[in-house]
């Protein structure tokens, strides 16, 4: 025998529209959570995916983001220059420079590949977001606009107090001190070679002995 469904209670007209104004009842008397955009600006965290910005010092336009983007939104122009040998009868050298470093924020999928890759740091986020353009061109950022979002990239966060020193800050202090130990020797006046000590100029005088009988020896 099948069995028997439990019966069910009799609904009453109007409940699913008084669960509904009970909602919004409880909604209306909680504190707005609204943000009131522009007038107050979203607090974002620091890694926020904003904007990308350049560090072009540190480019050596090994073309390595622009092959990676998987948008291909990356146009990089460079031209090779030779450079003189550093010592006589040096070899003369050829390096990159770069001519154009431009980002097409329209094609962007903002996945950050291109800083992933890049080997000498010469990209970042910027939290930055507000560069909206009316025309679709001006999205395309050259390489003087990239470089003037890096003055809105965070500081990279403290390190944990049990790290180790970064290899670059401790090669530089160990500079630093022998650089300074260098000067203070250098400023340190030396003794003349073969003469006693006191015996310098202004060098206070030596005590004389005595002997045991009261006078001087």
């Known amino acids: 025998m099948a069995e028997s469904l439990p019966p ?16 919004t009842l409880r909604t209306m008397t909680k504190k707005t959570v ?7 600006q979203p607090e974002l965290p620091p890694r926020t995916r904003g904007v990308i910005g350049l560090f072009e010092e540190n480019c050596t336009v090994c073309m390595l983001c622009a092959r990676e983007c998987p948008d291909w939104c990356i146009y990089i122009d460079s031209h090779k220059e030779t450079v ?16 154009r470093f431009a980002i097409d924020f329209a094609l962007c999928m903002y996945c950050g590949i291109c800083i992933e890759v890049c080997p000498f740091d010469a990209l970042f ?7 909206a353009e009316t025309d679709i061109h001006e999205l395309t950022h050259e390489r003087d606009k990239l470089r003037d979002w890096m003055w809105t990239v965070p500081a990279p ?12 800050i401790a090669a530089a202090r160990k500079s630093a001190e022998k650089l300074a130990a260098a000067a203070q020797a250098e400023s340190t006046p030396e ?21 045991p009988q009261g006078g001087e020896s």
């Open 8 to 23: 069910t209670r009799p609904r009453i007209p109007g409940s699913g529209l008084a669960k509904g104004l009970a909602v």
């Open 34 to 40: 609204t943000a009131q955009y522009p007038d107050a």
């Open 84 to 99: 003189p040998p550093a010592a006589p009868g040096g070899r003369e050298r050829s390096r990159n420079v770069l001519d």
């Open 125 to 131: 986020w910027s939290p930055e977001f507000e560069y």
């Open 157 to 168: 966060p403290a390190l944990d107090p049990g790290a180790e020193e970064p290899k670059e």
């Open 191 to 211: 003794s003349t070679p073969g003469a006693a000590p006191g015996t310098g100029p202004g060098s206070a005088p030596q005590a004389r002995p005595t002997d």
